[in-house]
């Protein structure tokens, strides 16, 4: 089944009940009641491998059916969810942390990861080596105790691509499991775990929920993983709401037409910016001036909506932010992946490489309004700050 057709028909309860809803039922709950205490053992003992009600906090039906469909579409085996991408991504983390363990990060990880890396890990006397974000030199990092690889592909800001196949031969010839952040991607432009990851983070406050109302976080592993994986979150007392997860399935019955035109109205937009002498660099993927362009389009179904420029030279930070303010249909404001436009000043979040001489730089949420109105509302703002 093509992912458009299990974006619609997954995760939808009962199909074989007699009479229902179209949408799953919004289950809420905090206790849950067993007939007899034989009951009570039977669900106690079956939540150890299967997903059933045993307690609120686990999770009711409307977090399994949300939990399913994004295991149909990922191709996991299992998923897990939380209450923001950073606690999914954090709890990556967390998951294969021991004293002495080295992680390679990836230079292209969303930014506060950073702070988990440099609070928490550094606490527990785990090493963690940032590699370049389009990950080719990871071989030279690699050490003995090498306990996991993180990497995120679009990276954020700059949309840096990695060779995801020959990373993970690489990883798995020394017995080390990796994650991908696959926010960018949300699990219908590429599927990493049929690419060879064993971890796929979906931040589902973006694309996923689509709407700019729920914070959600969700790691999909495969088999292998998944043991690994399996009973931290839960100890630790993560748990989701159902009515957003109620809401998460909502936004992913469209999820495919709004990425569609999401593409569409930037591949627009991106036509436009070339025109502009305002403009130095597009970082697009597509592009094929995009360094990592080959592989993109190898491994990817398309783009989304975000799109970051480099202003001209002579340009400033101030010619940047006055560009965000005068702009009327585009928002400054962080997070992305729903219906509207963003604009925001941004420096990418880099060590490895050095991107402090370069800018200004906006990144902009392509959003999915009629793109000839996005395009008139750019023109007259560049126009404000042309020199
Ligand atoms: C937004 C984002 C996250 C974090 O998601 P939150 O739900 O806001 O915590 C993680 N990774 C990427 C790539 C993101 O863009």
Redesign the pocket.
Known sequence: MDIRTKLIHCGRGDQNAEVRSVNPVLMRASTILFKNHATWQKYRELRKTERVLSYGARGTTTNFELEKLVCEIEGGHRAQLF???????AMVLLNYAETGAHFIVSDA??G??RTVCNLFLKKVKVDVTFCRADCTDVAEKIQENTKLILV?SPG?ILYEVIDLPKLCELAHSKGIPVAI?N??SSGYLYNPLKLGADIS??????YLCGHSDV???IVVCNEKEWKNFDSLPEALGFTTSPDDCYMVLRGMRTLAIRLAQHEKNNDAVVEFLKTRKEVKTIFYPKLESHPNHDIFMRDYKGTNGMLTIELADGYTKEDAIKLTDTLKLFSIG????GYESLATVTVPPRTVTDWSARGPFVRFHIGLENADDLIADLKQALDGISK
């Open positions: 209450p923001t991408g950073l606690a999914a991504l990880i969303y506060p990861v995120e954020s952040d926010t960018y983070v979906i931040a589902a406050t973006k914070p959600m976080g962080a997070s992305w992946g």
